[in-house]
Structures are given as structure tokens and as C-alpha cells.
């Protein structure tokens, strides 16, 4: 007996997501996989234009596939539904690298980039009083 087999719930045929083991989650998370790559393919002009990469898309609807697993209650919403529903909302809260972490005006390929301090202080002594450092 496989674990839709063993969590449906009584009224709808829906698992019952209240009760899960991280392994039983995660199985449900890697089922519901294919509903990322439908997203990102349906939505792919939108991803392109807003200059995001793949990669980061996948991982933050992969973070929000793990999140809506978690939260689903049964009701008149499939998990499915729910979850494709989830993702598109989190596909419009992505951001570049760039706007989050406050490269606004870096170049694409600047994501990673870092100064030290000594490096920062050997080229300019008064750099404190040009720049605010935020801990």
C-alpha cells in the first residue's frame, strides 16, 4: 500500500496532509515535482522578461512546494489546485539575485561578488564616512 493509498481522506480522496512524517511530506513533495517544471513552462516569457534565472525560480517554488504540502487542509480544493495555485503566487514574489540582495545597478554576473574591508580601507582611508554599514 503506497502513501495515497494509506492517506486518503474520507470525503473527497484527498490525503489528508494534517498528520505527515517528513518522509511521507517528502514524498509528497517529490510527486509533485512536475507541477514546478508547469509552472516555470507556462510562465516562461514572464521569467525571461523579469531577467530571472532558472535556477533560482525552481528553488523558491521548490521552497513554497514544501511549505503548501505542508499547509494543504482538504477541502473543496484539490492538493493539486492548491499547490499549482501556490506556486504562481510565488512565482510573482521572485526577484533577480540582484534586487535581493541590493545589487540594483551591478551587472548580471556580479550576484557573488564581495569587497574585504582591507581591500576596501587600502584603496580608500575615509571609505567609513562614505558608506553606511549595516550589520
Known amino acids: 500500500m503506497n502513501l495515497s493509498e494509506k492517506k486518503r481522506h474520507n470525503d473527497g480522496g484527498t490525503p489528508d496532509t494534517g498528520r505527515l512524517s517528513i518522509e ?15 509552472v516555470i513552462r ?3 516569457l514572464l521569467i525571461q522578461a ?3 534565472d532558472r535556477d533560482d525560480v ?8 514544501i511549505h503548501a ?22 512565482l510573482l514574489n521572485c526577484k533577480s539575485a540582484k534586487a535581493m540582495y541590493g545589487f540594483h545597478s551591478a551587472p548580471y554576473d556580479m550576484r557573488n561578488a564581495s569587497v574585504s574591508l582591507e581591500a576596501l580601507s587600502a584603496s580608500d582611508p575615509y571609505w567609513e564616512s562614505k558608506y553606511e554599514i549595516v550589520a
Not at 511521507?24 to 508547469?38: A, G, H, K, P, T
Not at 492538493?79 to 510565488?90: A, D, H, N, P, V
Open 69 to 90: 504540502v505542508e499547509r494543504y487542509q482538504p477541502g473543496p480544493m484539490s492538493m493539486k489546485s492548491y499547490i499549482t495555485m501556490q506556486l504562481r503566487y510565488e
Open 24 to 38: 511521507e511530506r517528502n514524498e509528497l513533495v517529490v510527486s509533485y515535482l512536475d507541477c514546478i517544471d508547469r
Open 58 to 65: 525552481y528553488q523558491n517554488l521548490a521552497i513554497r512546494l
Open 50 to 52: 523579469a531577467h530571472l
Open 42 to 44: 507556462k510562465n516562461w
